[in-house]
T-cell receptor, first 109, second 115 residues
């Protein structure tokens, strides 16, 4: 059973700071990873995907993948109160997504 | 921007009743999924659907569940005899042809409450 593990938080950062969200996964063969943002009562919204080791940047977001350590992270630079949400890490397994529990991020003005 | 839509947004039903949740995927997408999220828990895969048949289903997707694409636009999830534990948010998602690494777009969800 492939699993994705995340610290549920909450992670609290001040506005303007860098937020660092992490997840680990159980299956070494997993190839594709996704970060979704979910506001309370809403559906998951894709932020980024990453398939290769290293960093991938998109605006204020940077995803990092380390397959040797089975570790994925998401950095949010210049955090804003509107970034306050639950961040879901997911991996793709034969088409379906397997999600972690999610980490709640609170950005305080 | 095209989006996945779902109806109803909230469905309240009595235990043992049948419910049908409806989804309209993005028009050129060919892969369809249902996920559910029990309050406070992780998003869980239920079923994937491609070329008018189920591609994969989870252990949750037992004989009480079925999916159908009755026409060229709708994708439905039916729960034949609802249980209390079926209360959850149900999300439909779709993705483009050439599955590969294409992202899945989620609809807004249907909140199902079983009394």
């Amino acid at each position: 059973q492939k699993e994705v593990e995340q610290n549920s938080g909450p992670l609290s950062v001040p506005e303007g700071a860098i937020a660092s969200l992490n997840c680990t996964y159980s299956d070494r063969g997993s190839q594709s990873f996704f970060w979704y943002r979910q506001y309370s009562g809403k559906s998951p919204e894709l932020i980024m995907f990453i398939y290769s080791n290293g960093d991938k940047e998109d605006g204020r977001f940077t995803a990092q993948l380390n397959k040797a350590s089975q570790y994925v992270s998401l950095l949010i630079r210049d955090s804003q109160p509107s970034d306050s949400a639950t961040y879901l890490c997911a991996l793709r397994d034969t088409g379906k997504l397997i999600f972690g529990q999610g980490t709640t991020l609170q950005v305080k003005p | 921007e095209p989006e996945v839509t779902q109806t109803p947004s909230h469905q309240v039903t009595q235990m043992g009743q049948e419910v049908i949740l409806r989804c309209v995927p993005i028009s050129n997408h060919l892969y369809f999924y249902w996920y559910r999220q029990i309050l406070g828990q992780k998003v869980e895969f239920l079923v994937s659907f491609y070329n008018n048949e189920i591609s994969e289903k989870s252990e949750i997707f037992d004989d009480q569940f079925s999916v159908e694409r009755p026409d060229g636009s709708n994708f439905t999830l039916k729960i034949r005899s609802t249980k209390l534990e079926d209360s959850a948010m149900y999300f439909c998602a779709s993705s483009e042809p050439g599955q590969g690494e294409n992202e899945q777009f989620f609809g807004p969800g249907t909140r199902l409450t079983v009394l």
